[in-house]
């Protein structure tokens, strides 16, 4: 088995205190660091669908989560590329009711990469919190919106219905993303940008803030 699947199934199995050694095992083996996140990220999708199976449950869901981010601190140094915040302001968060924040704090290493700077408000972000963060922030150029379950897309739709109401809407940008997320949906809310992934998250905050 290579390093890089070792890391998977620690990631799998939630052995948190593994991790960092054997990410590090993987990148001395040779793993790149971007390929050994792509590996996490579709082992946090075999640990989606062992869920869906009923095979394991919540708690095991979350030492998975707890295992991919210790993994992902190891990388973080490795897939930044520096630039101080010179591309401007984003404001990012898990909108509310939804507590899953790998993806989100994702997409804003990748933003902070960059060149943004990046204030994250966390998970379960109320409508009323991303409208303050803007108004503490008056020159923030995105707020980019993140959702993992299909029972939150409404809080996002809410967000973003509140968001296009405020006097400051022509000044911002409002991205979208997570998993249940789709074009359509962005369309349908009024939501200037939707990506896929963190990395082309990233490169279409460039696209927006210029
Ligand atoms: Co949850 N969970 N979870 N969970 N969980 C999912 C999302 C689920 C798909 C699992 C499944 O059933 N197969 C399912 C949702 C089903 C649905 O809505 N259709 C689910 C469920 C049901 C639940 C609970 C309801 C379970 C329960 O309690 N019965 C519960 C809800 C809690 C809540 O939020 N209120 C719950 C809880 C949890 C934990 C807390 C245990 C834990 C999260 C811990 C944490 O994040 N700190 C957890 C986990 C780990 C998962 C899975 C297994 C992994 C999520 C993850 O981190 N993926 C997940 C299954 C899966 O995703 N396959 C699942 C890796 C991450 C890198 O990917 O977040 O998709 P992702 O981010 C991607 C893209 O989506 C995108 O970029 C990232 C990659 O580059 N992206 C953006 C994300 N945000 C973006 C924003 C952008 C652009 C791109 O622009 C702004």
Redesign the pocket.
């Known amino acids: 088995m290579s390093k890089k699947e070792d890391v998977s199934n620690l990631i799998v199995k939630g052995k948190a205190k593994l991790i960092t050694g054997a990410v590090q095992d993987a990148l001395d083996e040779g793993c790149e660091p971007g390929e050994l996140l792509d590996s996490m ?1 579709e082992a ?2 075999v ?3 062992k ?2 199976n009923n095979e394991i449950f ?1 708690p095991e ?2 030492v ?2 707890r295992a ?2 210790k993994g992902v601190e190891v990388l973080k140094p490795l897939l930044a590329e520096g630039g101080a915040g010179t591309a401007g302001k984003v404001i ?1 968060g ?1 909108v509310a ?8 704090n ?2 804003a290493m990748m933003i902070e990469s960059a060149g943004f700077e990046v204030i994250d408000l966390g ?2 972000v109320s409508t009323e919190k991303f409208v303050d963060a803007v108004r503490e922030n008056p020159d923030v150029k995105i707020v ?9 897309m409404p809080a996002m739709k809410n967000t973003v219905d509140v968001l296009n109401k405020q006097d400051f809407r022509s000044n911002i940008k409002i ?7 789709t074009q359509e949906f962005a369309d349908e809310i009024g939501a200037d940008a ?8 990233a490169q279409e905050a460039k696209i927006l803030a210029a």
């Open positions: 990220i946090m999708d640990v989606g669908e869920f869906k919540v869901m979350l998975a989560a991919m981010k990012i898990t009711g939804d507590l899953h924040d790998i993806g989100k994702l997409v998970v379960d980019a919106l993140s959702a993992l379950l299909t029972t939150t991205m979208v993303g997570g998993a249940p997320i939707y990506t896929t992934d963190a990395a082309s998250a």
